[in-house]
């Protein structure tokens, strides 16, 4: 599949992932970034993971929490029951509160969202399967002979997926024990799903390696759970 970059990208005009062209590893994805910033405003719902919140702090040198306080919304998903974190927009501008000008403040450290853009992902949270797909109509200039992996590997995306594929499984599982058990209804949701928060976003020293710390974080959160939400 070849896909024709060039016009800017409006994601407003994409409903969901199903209705954009999914790619496989060696097809055509002949895209560049322009570095126009468009992406970076009127930035309202920009999601971080354990591992972006945890990238972003070991940048700036400050524990996740502080990042958090400083730069997000917390929020709880209406569905999953799972604590959220999203970017807080700009008081000022509503833009994402890292565009300097038309570029990334952090763009070494920027979230999975951004390296991936204008591409989405998808994860089978039962076979841990990735699936992309190219939210059109594609911003940028071209990039000619470029395929999904060279694209995917120039953008830091390969080499985290690992790790965002076991987020996105154990978000799942996650979400399953707070909903089996009750959810909003259960007498101790709220302080089960601020240990979760702790459990993805904030028990990480940023001088050791993310994923080990996640593994161990859940191992002990999977205990306190059990004892949290017995009845
Ligand atoms: S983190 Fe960087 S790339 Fe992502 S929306 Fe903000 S400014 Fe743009
Ligand atoms: S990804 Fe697209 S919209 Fe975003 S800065 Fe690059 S060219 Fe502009």
Known sequence: MSLEPGRAGEPE???SL???PRLENADLFEFACAGCGDC??????????GLDLYRLARWMHLPPRVVADAFCRREIGQSTCLPVLVLRPSARTGDCPFLEGDGCAVHPARPLACALYPLGQSIDPDTARMEYYAQLPLCGTEAPGR???DYLQGAGVTERAGTDASWAVECTRLSDLLRQAGGREH???LPAVRRVERALYYDYSTQDEFYPQFRENLETLYHVLQTLLKT
């Not at 405003?41 to 999601?47: F, G, I, K, Q």
């Open 40 to 49: 970076c405003r009127n930035r309202r719902d920009l999601v971080l993971s």
């Open 13 to 15: 005009l994409t409903t």
């Open 18 to 20: 199903a209705d954009c």
């Open 187 to 189: 007498p101790r949701f």
């Open 147 to 149: 395929t999904l992996t």
